[in-house]
Structure formats: C-alpha cells, structure tokens
C-alpha cells in the first residue's frame, strides 16, 4: 500500500514536473513572438518617422504589399507615407522562432517521458528486489525453524535409544532393531548437517569440483550399497547399470546429487519403497534415471523444486522432513560438472523421475 502511494506520488511529481516546463516553453515561445511584433512595430514608427523617399527592410524583416498578399498576424502597416505597404518579421525569423520551440517543446516532453519511465522501471525493480528479499526470509525462516527441528529429533532419538540399549534387559533381536533405528536417525543427521555445509560452500563460492574419467557402476554401487544398509527388507532397491560407462564428472559431487535424490525417493514413497536406478547411455549423453513410486508432483509442485529451501506445499510434504536444499545443491554440483538435472512425474500419486545426464569421457 505504501510503495503503492510512492509510486503514485512520484509519478504525480513527474507528471506535474513535465506540465510546468512545458507551461514554461510556451512562455517563453510567446514573449519570443512578442518581442519580434513588438521590434516589427517600433521598426515601422522609426520608418515613418525617416526622410526617406521608399522604406528599407533590413535582413530579419520584409515589406509587403497591404492587399494581395496572405496575412501571417505580423503586418504593421507603415501609415499614411505608405498607405499600401507594411512591415513584418520575415517568413525565415519566425520560421526560425518556431523550430526553437519545437525542438524544446521535444525535448520537454521527452524528458518528462523517460524520467517517467525512469521512475517505473526504478519502482518495479524495487518490488521485484522487496518480493525476492521477502521470499528468502521467508524460507530463511522455515529453514532455520526445520533445521533446528530436524537437529533436535534424530538426536533426541538417539538419545533415547542408547539410554533403551544401556539398561541392558533388552532381548537380543530388540536390540538389532534398536541399532538399525539408530543407525537411520544418524543417517538422517548427517544428510542435514551434509547438506547444509555443501550449500554453504557452494553459495560462498568454495566447492572445488575436478571433472576427471569416473567409471559409472562402481560409483553407483557404492552410492546404492551404503543406502542398502538402512532400506528396509520389504521395499526395493534396483540398479541396473552396463559396466565400462565412464563419465566425466567429479565422483565426490555425482555422490552427492544422487545421495539426494535416493533420499527424496525413499522419503517420498509409501513405505516400503520402490527405487529404481535405470542408466542409458549413447554417444553425447550418459542418463541415470532415479524412479520412485511415491507422491508424485504436478505441474505446479515442481515449478520451483530446485530453488534453495523450496519446499512444495501439496498434501502431506509438510509432514515429511526436510531442509528444501537437496534439488538446489543436486542442481548446481550437477552443473558444475557440465551436467544437467530435470524431473518428470505424471502428477501427484503418480511417482517420480529425476534424470541425471553426464557427458561420457572422451
Ligand atoms: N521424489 C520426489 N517425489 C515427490 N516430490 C519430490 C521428490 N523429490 C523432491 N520432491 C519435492 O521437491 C521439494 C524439494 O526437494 P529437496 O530435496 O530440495 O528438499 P527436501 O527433500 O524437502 O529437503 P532436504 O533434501 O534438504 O532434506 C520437496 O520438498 C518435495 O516437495
Ligand atoms: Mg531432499
């Protein structure tokens, strides 16, 4: 409301800015044409007031005949020694006149419109500057009160279960299951605490990537393996992946992008999941499909998945945890080996693809 009244305040300035000196000009044009009559006038009294036998027009003046000759507003008739002729300013100095107006009276309006214009694009950038800057304290906030949240749960978990396993009257396939749920929430803590560093160090410019020869099948067996240690037995967990595919990438960033996107696929999912792992490669390209059978998205939800703290609104994401820095550091170490990252789903319910494309080595 109050940028609103701003804009209107400055761009009612402007405008009455722009009226005045052009009020201003047209002053000044008509003292101009004033001042000419005037002089025309004085020039035919000097005249008739002369001994001369036929008046002399000099250079910025003419004389003409009284009848026969189209009026322009300037004759001054030379009385009675000349009762047929008069006296006027010539066609080129009033010419003269009216060309100095137009260019000001241009020149004025054009100011008016381009400081009017200025003015616009001045208030627009600024309300473009105040909706980005409200966006990111707006998921500066969500992100710190979920970060904090998602600090304190696996560790109040972990508490808890080693205080469970310290007692020591817990029957031994208990405890197995103890150390498993110990195991996922320290998992979960690292993701974050992963997470939030990668994104630190790639906002302040410090992630080094070195893109060298990265045979493909080993990389993803070790990403899926360590992953396999926390999937539950009923879910699934599929790699199907061609031996001697060698990409050019940094194994350390692709680790990452797909540990992130396993993460959203697992979280994603109905419990027990499905995860797929589909490489295709040809020539130019060498595509690694992540598939899940989860919540899906629509065309909305995914708009902005890959924007820092994004998180998408539709039913239940909220209730899943999570930081909304995954897609956006997934996204930027997937550019800065030459890659590029993109997802597909066929609407909500419906799973999802996020595909991961990587150049081979040549
Ligand atoms: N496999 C998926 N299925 C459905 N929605 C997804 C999937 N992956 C990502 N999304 C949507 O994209 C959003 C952003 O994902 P992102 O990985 O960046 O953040 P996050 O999972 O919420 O948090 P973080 O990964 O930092 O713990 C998620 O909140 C979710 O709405
Ligand atoms: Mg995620």
């Known amino acids: 409301m109050l940028f609103l009244a701003s804009v209107l305040t400055l761009l009612i300035l402007g405008s009455y800015w722009t009226i005045l000196f052009r009020q201003n000009v047209e002053e000044i044009h008509q003292a101009s044409l004033e001042h000419i009559r005037m002089e025309t006038q004085l020039e035919a009294l000097r005249m008739q007031a002369q001994d001369e036998a036929m008046p002399q027009a ?13 009026r322009t507003g300037y004759e001054v008739p030379l009385g009675p020694r000349w ?73 109040a978990g972990m508490k808890a279960l080693l205080q469970t396993l310290s007692t020591r009257s817990i029957p031994e396939e208990k405890q197995a299951e103890y150390l498993e749920m110990g195991l996922r929430e320290s998992a979960r803590l690292q993701h974050l605490v992963d997470n939030v560093l990668v994104a630190n160090r790639l906002d302040r410019k410090r992630m080094q990537v070195e893109v060298q020869p990265v045979e493909l099948r080993p990389l993803l067996e070790r990403v899926v393996g360590s992953w396999r240690r926390v999937f539950p037995a009923a879910g699934m967990l599929r790699l199907s992946c061609q031996d001697s595919i060698v990409v050019a990438a940094d194994p350390e960033a692709v680790g990452i992008v797909l540990d992130n996107l396993l993460d959203n696929a697992f979280k994603y999912s ?93």
């Open 58 to 70: 000099g250079d910025d003046r003419e004389i003409v005949p009284l009848s026969g000759t189209p």
């Open 83 to 155: 009762p047929d002729l008069a006296l006027r300013p010539s066609a080129e100095l009033i010419g003269q006149i009216e060309q100095r107006y137009r260019i000001k009276l241009i020149q004025v309006v054009g100011e008016g419109a381009l400081l009017v214009i200025l003015i616009l694009i001045t208030m627009l950038m600024l309300y473009y500057m105040f909706l980005v800057e409200a966006r990111v304290r707006r998921s500066m906030e969500n992100f710190l009160s979920t970060v904090t949240h998602e600090l304190k749960t696996p560790i």
């Open 270 to 362: 109905p419990q027990p999941p499905h995860i797929t792992i589909d490489v295709e490669s040809d020539e130019d390209s060498v595509s690694i499909a992540v598939g899940d059978q989860g919540i899906g998205m629509d065309a909305a939800d995914m708009e902005n998945i890959f924007d820092k703290f994004h998180r998408a609104t539709q039913n239940g994401v909220k209730t899943i945890k999570g930081s909304g820095l995954g897609l956006y550091i997934a996204r930027n170490l997937t550019r800065a080996v030459g890659g590029e990252l993109t997802a597909e789903s066929d609407g909500r319910g419906r799973g999802s693809t996020f595909r991961l494309r990587l150049k081979p080595w040549r």
